[in-house]
């Protein structure tokens, strides 16, 4: 559980933006809607890495189960990923129909070809009593995709910082540097 405080730390402050996000107006904007997506997101990845953590521990007796609920936790943080890449591409100002039916057909496609790689490739695991994680072909498919990902993301902000500071997002843009 000591590993764990920090994670419960974060369910805590997740639950608290979330509340306070979705008990107040907003304004309507493509913005405003990717990050009340990206906030649930964390709330679940947060909730899912705590499952995980005693799914770990109890692997022997749960393999199954355990396999099912690690693999989800990296298809929810590629989901995570993955919507704030569309939420570089609109405040970097490119041109995506988001809402559009073919746009939203390819994303279930290539969210479902990841989803699948992840659930396909092996994943082993670690634990003792003070940690728990897992590793292998799975998180490395994971890690190398989140890296394009966030090069891409940079020389996109790169290429478009006149468009970001426009748009007061200058703040993201100097996480990305």
């Not at 966030?150 to 426009?166: D, P, R, T, Y």
């Amino acid at each position: 559980m000591a590993n764990n405080a920090f994670t419960i730390c974060s369910l805590i402050y997740s639950i608290l933006i979330n509340c306070a996000y979705f008990t107040k107006k907003r304004i309507d904007t493509k913005e405003n809607k990717i990050y009340g997506k990206l906030i649930q997101l964390n709330l679940l990845n947060i909730i899912n890495a705590i499952i995980c953590h005693y799914t770990i521990i109890n692997r022997e007796s749960i393999p199954l189960l355990n396999d099912l609920v690690s693999k989800s936790l990296l298809v929810v943080f590629f989901l995570w990923v993955y919507i704030f890449n569309i939420y570089v591409f609109v405040i970097s100002d490119i041109k995506i129909d988001i809402e559009g039916k073919k746009y939203k057909i390819i994303s279930m496609i290539i969210c479902l070809i990841v989803a699948l790689f992840i659930y396909i490739l092996p994943l082993e695991y670690y634990s003792t009593s003070i940690i728990a994680y897992s590793f292998g072909k799975s998180a490395n498919f994971m890690y190398a995709l989140t890296t394009l990902t966030f090069i891409g993301w940079g020389l996109l902000i790169l290429k478009n910082h006149k468009k970001v500071k426009s748009k007061n997002n200058y703040q993201n843009y100097c996480h990305t540097q």
